[in-house]
């Protein structure tokens, strides 16, 4: 019986969808009890993260140098979620449960990516961002709020930005450069949901 390893499918991601990648492994493997001394900080991996994430947006003007900085800022996240993998190969001797709970995937099973309960992408203008849920069967309207991330610790403070029929909603009028987060619940005809995981965007 082959041995489960755990696979770096994460390196040829492209560079948005490596930084998702990236802040999940951080949810689930720092704080995870099977992973008490991991080989690479929380804090270092957050700061590696959030350099290529501001290189990414600092590259969408073409320019050689942010490219080339952008490229450098992902080679550093390569390198330090490569040693995190490495860490919980080590630690987790095989253990499909305790791989899947860090974040990273199996060799020994195909990756399925299932389809984010909710994801916020540029809109067509700047300033603006598109949401887009996972359509919950049942549902008849979708309310959508957002908050102001200050990144200070401080608690949020949730405002209504709308109401749709369909699982998607475009808000415009934000402030560039200013990290937001947004959050749905789907209204149904047994009542209202809870309000979903909030998802971070930078406005550009």
């Not at 049942?138 to 109401?163: F, H, K, N, P, R």
Request: net charge neutral; proline share 3%.
């Amino acid at each position: 019986m082959r041995k489960t390893t755990v696979v770096l499918d994460f390196i040829p991601f492209p560079v948005s969808e490596k930084v998702s990648f990236c802040r999940n492994v951080n949810d689930r493997l720092f704080g995870n009890a099977l992973y008490p001394t991991p080989d690479v900080t929380l804090v270092e991996a957050k700061a590696t993260v959030d350099v290529l994430e501001a290189a990414i947006l600092a590259a969408k003007d073409g320019g050689h140098t942010a490219i080339s900085a952008m490229h450098d800022a992902e080679k550093r996240v390569d390198e330090i979620y490569r040693k995190l993998a490495n860490y919980v190969e080590r630690t987790a001797a095989g253990d499909e449960t305790s791989i899947l709970s860090s974040g990273f995937h199996l060799s020994k099973q195909p990756v399925i990516t299932p389809k984010a309960t909710l994801t916020a992408v540029d809109g067509e203008h700047s300033g603006s961002v598109r949401l887009v849920a996972k359509a919950l069967l049942g549902a008849v309207a979708y309310l959508w709020q957002m908050a102001i991330d200050d990144a200070a610790g401080t608690e949020l403070v949730w405002i209504a930005i709308g109401s749709s029929t369909r699982a998607n909603f475009e808000v415009s009028g934000l402030e560039v450069m200013k990290r937001y987060k947004f959050r749905f619940a789907a209204v149904t005809v047994g009542g209202t949901t809870d309000y979903c995981e909030p998802v971070s965007k930078i406005i550009i």
